[in-house]
């Protein structure tokens, strides 16, 4: 009974888990969210009896509804902190199985919550859990409302069955998942409030300030996932790296005081077409698989590119500062095929007016820009040149480092440059643009990407938010158009590019992830059809097909023995035995006390079960009660329909009174 109490808190528990998986949540909220999980469990631990405080339980419930609505906090998390509070105070209350249903009842509410948020793994296996736990509590109240009929000392629950019970709903769901038309919901991500993770970490943006101080965390949130069209060898995989080696998101051209923000009035990316691939692919083609991200930019490389999205997949729009976007910003990652034409210029028309004066402001200005400029490249230099040789100047005179030690200065790119002489991307490339449009060249920074690790393992590269990247983009009127120039020193290798144990485990761990969204959450109505398709041509071929007559011959003999092995099994025998298995032997549920008996008096041939126990009792005659309820409960079980527990249990006894 003990067990029992314990198992009522499964289900409130594998609803957290199945929450905190979806990394919706910050640590703070998931906290918050056990405590009064974890303040339930004390109370069983320690045994305390809180009937008495019924009353002031519930008004502390009542008490942090109250709390949260004066707090305005967000209505999803309050809804669940209230269920967490409500499981929590029913578990401390005295409980019958009614209120034990409450409890199973409210933590599915709270496995709910989330459940249409997600369609990860991780989720997937918190989910089976959960299907786990909620069977194994609803066997435990049943069997404990039949044993109530029942005399004799109550059993365990058959908690074995819950596996199978388990397997069968994963079945069945797979099948329902397989056949059931697609349904593309609209639900999008959680608010942007909820999101985990606490202070200020890597990722893409569309500004770029460089104030806010304190050190920048590595985010692996998975941006993007690059799948090559075919199986690369070493020296393909090398020029794929080359030619994705920057993923632009947005160019942020206005410079207002010292920060950089998207011009509303930014051309169009160039060179981007829509149409279908067809048989020729140019040098490098790949499938994008890009993470719903709340900015929803689509990150692209330089170069002449086409597009291919495939049917059903969110469309996709130009947005703000040549980027591309989504319309929707859905769940689901979006796969976009990229068959692109290799191109270091993003072609524009000569620069004037306006245009131009935009490309040259400083803003507030940085004298020490200019003045570290003309120091690095002094005299007349053309623009290629000029940004080549500044660009390598800041890559070896200065460290790379997301500790932001100039964070907090009152000028932090001043400081950067005349004291710390270390920063992040955004510090390289701000000094960079700063400088170039100091010496009359158009510049400006870009946000993207740097192409990520090769997961072997999965065969694709992994782009994070941690490779989240800042260059610069300057016009080259020689060349017609924008050359990139990153001045930003090499980043440290990426957690998934070690040869530990623990980097070996990540790549696994995303490529099964990624495998799981590609194969299964995005099976779609065309899969549907195909998978229909190749049914019924394999069922075609089998109409073609004639068994000649050896085949049937031996197929209708197997058939035959099939069904006289499964008759001689469940045909009924002699008295005192449960099924034509051979005896007492072969009968699982004494197999305890035929084990103990076996040296000393075994089972003969073709002896009924009341036979054989007749023979022990002749044996020891002090034992005799109880082999003749032994023998009453084994003949109910094989005519009375009755459960073989109380038979299971008995023989267990009598095994050990044999061994004494």
């Not at 194994?136 to 409302?145: P, S, T």
């Not at 069945?172 to 970490?201: D, M």
């Not at 090398?238 to 920057?246: F, N």
């Not at 070896?396 to 480092?401: D, E, K, L, N, S």
Request: aromatic share 8%; net charge positive; glycine share 10%.
């Amino acid at each position: 009974m003990r067990t029992a109490r314990w198992l009522d808190h499964l289900p409130p528990w594998l609803g957290w888990g199945a929450i905190a998986s979806t990394g919706a949540y910050a640590p703070g909220q998931m906290v918050v969210l056990a405590l009064p999980l974890l303040a339930a469990a004390l109370a069983e631990w320690r045994g305390w009896s809180l009937a008495a405080w019924r009353r002031r339980l519930e008004l502390a419930a009542l008490a942090a509804l109250l709390l949260q609505l004066v707090l305005r906090v967000e209505l999803l998390s309050m809804v669940m902190n209230t269920l967490a509070v409500l499981c929590a105070v029913r578990l401390c209350l005295p409980r019958g199985i009614p209120q034990r249903r409450q409890i199973l009842l409210m933590g599915f509410l709270l496995f709910l919550t989330t459940a249409i948020t997600t369609s990860e793994l991780d989720f997937l296996i918190w989910s089976t859990a959960w299907v786990a736990g909620s069977a194994a509590v609803l066997l435990q109240l049943n069997w404990e409302k039949s044993a109530q009929l029942r005399r004799g000392a109550l059993q365990a629950p058959p908690y074995a069955r819950v596996l199978g019970w388990t397997a069968g709903a994963l079945v069945l769901a797979s099948g329902f998942f397989v056949i059931l038309p697609r349904l593309h919901v609209g639900f999008s991500r959680l608010p942007a409030g909820n999101q985990a993770g606490n202070g200020a970490r890597s990722g893409l943006s569309d500004v770029l300030d460089l104030g806010g101080g304190g050190p920048i965390l590595a985010s692996h949130e998975v941006a993007l996932r690059i799948l090559p069209a075919t199986s690369l060898s070493q020296v393909q995989r090398q020029h794929y790296r080359e030619t994705l080696g920057l993923l632009r998101g947005f160019t942020l051209e206005a410079l207002y005081g010292r920060r950089w923000e998207i011009n509303p009035l930014s051309p169009r990316r160039a060179r981007l077409q829509w149409t279908g691939l067809g048989t020729f692919l140019p040098p490098v083609t790949a499938d994008f698989y890009v993470s719903p991200a709340l900015n929803g930019v689509i990150p692209l490389p330089y170069g002449a590119a086409d597009l291919d999205l495939p049917a059903g997949s969110p469309t996709v729009r130009a947005g703000p500062g040549g980027s591309l976007v989504r319309t929707f910003q859905g769940q689901r990652a979006m796969a976009l095929r990229i068959a692109l034409t290799p191109d270091p210029v993003e072609p524009e028309p000569p620069l004037r007016g306006g245009r131009l004066a935009l490309l040259t402001a400083t803003g507030q200005g940085t004298p020490s820009a200019r003045d570290w400029s003309l120091q690095a490249a002094p005299g007349a230099v053309a623009p290629r040149e000029l940004a080549e040789r500044l660009a390598g100047a800041l890559r070896t005179r200065f460290r790379y480092t997301l500790d932001n030690p100039s964070g907090t200065a009152p000028d932090p790119l001043e400081d950067f440059l005349e004291h710390s002489h270390a920063g992040h991307c955004e510090y390289f490339a701000s000094a960079l643009a700063l400088m170039l449009r100091y010496r009359g060249v158009p510049a400006r920074v870009v946000n993207g990407y740097r192409l990520g690790p090769w997961i072997e393992e999965g065969g694709y590269f992994l782009v994070t938010q941690a490779e989240a990247h800042s260059w610069v983009e300057y016009y080259d009127p020689a060349s017609g158009g924008w050359r990139v120039a990153d001045p930003t020193p090499p980043a440290p290798p990426s957690a998934f590019a070690d040869d530990t144990l623990l980097s070996a485990l990540a790549r696994w761990g995303d490529a099964v992830r990624f495998r799981w969204d590609r194969d299964v959450v995005r099976f779609s109505d065309e899969d549907q059809m195909a998978g229909a398709s190749w049914a019924m041509d394999r069922m075609a071929a089998l109409g073609r097909w004639r068994p000649g007559t050896g085949t049937g011959l031996l197929a209708g003999l197997a058939l035959l023995g099939a069904l006289a092995w499964f008759g001689l099994r469940r045909r009924p025998l002699l008295p005192g035995t449960l099924r034509a298995r051979g005896g007492p032997g072969r009968i699982r549920e004494l197999r305890p006390l035929v084990r103990r008996a076996r040296r000393t008096l075994p089972p003969l041939e073709h002896e009924t079960v009341r036979a054989w126990l007749g023979r022990m009792a002749g044996l020891r005659p002090h034992r005799a009660a109880q082999l003749e309820r032994l023998a009453r409960e084994a003949d109910a079980a094989a005519y009375g329909r009755k459960p073989a527990g109380q038979l299971k249990a008995l023989a267990r006894d009598e095994a050990r009174h044999w061994k004494r």
